[in-house]
Each structure stands twice: as structure tokens, then as C-alpha cells.
């Protein structure tokens, strides 16, 4: 790789005709992406629980000039069973026959306790919308990723899944599991078409990011929409071969 994926600098047109499915595409980091692949040309399936917040990214992709329609794929990550699974990919699969990008990015953070104090419910459904979602969706939507030339599944890890630090439970440990779920996928994959990666956004201004840090200054940190080359690089053409490896956005 010859330049730095942070500063990378890409042709307005560099995702045409690709489709890619990003997962949390309701607000935050998701949404800012949505609309940036969006106004570089892919087919953005926008993936969320909440209808009315989905159905207003559509509205803004739909405001963008000359960006592909967008559609919508409603599924609540802490409830669904398989069969929802299969139905999701069922409908993208008879909508586009292919997918050139999946990005993992849904999560929730979960309590800010102790080992000692956590609550095991919580626990549980905070590896289950973090990691087993995730291993869910990638398995459905693997047939129509290999009727890609060129796919890209992107997780989505944090700077507490490689070090672990104290009072972040699940979600630090969810996102430990997330960036070995990325490596066994992406070794799964060494000889094939699709590419598999990990990003840390690093500190960005979203409302998971007030939940964690409720009193820290806002201004100080980084929109979504300022942390995005990486996922670009990632998603495009330049970034064919690389795979196996885990990024930081900022
Ligand atoms: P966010 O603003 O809270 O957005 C999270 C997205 O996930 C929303 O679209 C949300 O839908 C969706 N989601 C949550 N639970 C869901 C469920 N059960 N079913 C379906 N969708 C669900 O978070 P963010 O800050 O953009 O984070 C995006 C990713 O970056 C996450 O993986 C996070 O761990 C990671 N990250 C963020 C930061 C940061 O500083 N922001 C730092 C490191 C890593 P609703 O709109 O319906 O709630």
C-alpha cells in the first residue's frame, strides 16, 4: 500500500455501480457513510431498526444529485432469527443477484460497570447485536458476495478491542471477537474475490459516543463524515488485495 488509506483521495465516481450494504445506516458513522458512497456512485442498501430514521437517509441520498436510489432493509439485529436472515438476503438476492460491499457497522455499547457488577442479560445481548449479528448476516450474504469481481466486507472494531480496558465489559470484549471474526472470514478468503477488513473509526461525534462520554466536549471530536477515506479506500477498486488487516480512521 503506497499511500495512507486516512488521506486517501479518490475520483468522484470511484464506487459506481457498486452495491453495498451497510448495517446501522440510520444515523452516526453509518449514515454519514451511506450518504458519502452514496454520492460516489453505489447502490447503498441502508440497513437499521428504525423505519422513519431510515426512510429520512433515503430522502437525503434520494436529494443528492445524480446518486443510484438507494433501498431500504429494515431488521432489528437484538431480535431477529434466522429465518429473518434468510429473508433479508432472499430479497436483496431476487433485487440485485450481487453485492460488491458489506459493512458491519450496527453495535450497541452496552453498561459501563465492572466485570464484577455487569449484568448478564446485558451481557449477552451486547455480543449478540456486536458479534453473533454479524456472523449472521455476513454467512447469508456471502453467496451473493462472491457474485461480486471485487467485494469488500468491512467490520468495525473500536481502540477497546485491542486493549482492553477497565469498566467497557461486553462491548470492549465484543469487539476483541469482531476483530477475530474478521481475521478467520479474511483467511477464509486469501485466494478468492472478496477482501475482508477491520476499521476503528477512533473517537467520532455520534450518539454512541455521548452515551459513552456524556461529559466530554463535543466540538474536540471528529464528524462522522471527517473520518471516512478509509471505508472509500476499502470499498473501491485501490484496495483490491488488501485483506486480513485492521484499520484506524483516524
Ligand atoms: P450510533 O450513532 O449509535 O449508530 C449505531 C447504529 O446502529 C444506528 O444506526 C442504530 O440504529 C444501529 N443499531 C443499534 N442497535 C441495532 C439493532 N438492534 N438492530 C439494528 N440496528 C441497530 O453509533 P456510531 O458511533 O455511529 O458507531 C458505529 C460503529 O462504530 C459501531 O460499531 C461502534 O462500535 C463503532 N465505534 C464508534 C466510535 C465512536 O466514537 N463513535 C468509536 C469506536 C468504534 P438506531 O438509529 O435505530 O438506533
Not at 440510520?26 to 430514521?53: E, N, P
Amino acid at each position: 500500500m503506497d499511500t495512507d488509506p486516512r488521506a486517501y483521495s479518490y475520483p468522484q465516481d470511484v464506487l459506481r455501480d457498486r452495491i453495498i450494504l451497510i448495517t446501522g445506516a440510520s444515523d452516526g458513522i453509518g449514515h454519514a457513510l451511506a450518504l458519502r458512497a452514496a454520492s460516489l456512485g453505489a447502490q447503498v442498501i441502508l440497513h437499521g431498526r428504525t423505519v422513519a430514521k431510515l426512510e429520512q437517509v433515503y430522502d437525503e441520498i434520494e436529494a443528492l444529485d445524480g446518486a443510484p436510489r438507494p433501498s431500504i432493509a429494515v431488521l432489528d439485529l437484538a431480535s431477529a432469527n434466522g429465518d429473518a436472515y434468510r429473508a433479508l438476503a432472499d430479497g436483496l438476492a431476487n433485487e440485485f443477484g450481487r453485492l460488491d460491499g458489506l459493512v458491519l457497522n450496527a453495535s450497541i455499547i452496552g453498561d459501563r460497570y465492572s466485570i464484577e457488577q455487569y449484568d448478564a442479560a446485558t451481557w449477552q445481548k451486547v455480543m449478540h447485536v456486536n458479534v453473533t449479528s454479524a456472523f449472521a448476516l455476513t454467512q447469508v450474504c456471502l453467496p451473493m458476495l462472491h457474485e461480486s469481481d471485487d467485494a469488500s466486507v468491512i467490520f468495525t472494531s473500536s481502540s477497546v478491542g485491542r486493549t482492553g480496558r477497565a469498566f467497557w465489559g461486553a462491548y470492549a470484549v465484543s469487539k476483541f471477537a469482531t476483530e477475530g471474526l474478521s481475521q478467520v472470514l479474511a483467511d477464509e478468503h486469501r485466494h478468492g474475490n472478496i477482501r475482508v477488513n477491520c476499521i476503528n473509526p477512533g473517537a467520532t461525534r455520534t450518539k454512541m459516543r455521548l452515551e459513552a462520554f456524556p461529559g466530554e466536549d463535543r466540538d474536540a471530536l471528529k464528524r462522522p463524515e471527517e473520518i471516512l477515506a478509509t471505508y472509500i479506500f476499502l470499498l473501491g477498486p485501490d484496495s483490491q488485495g488488501v485483506t486480513g488487516q485492521s484499520f484506524d480512521a483516524q
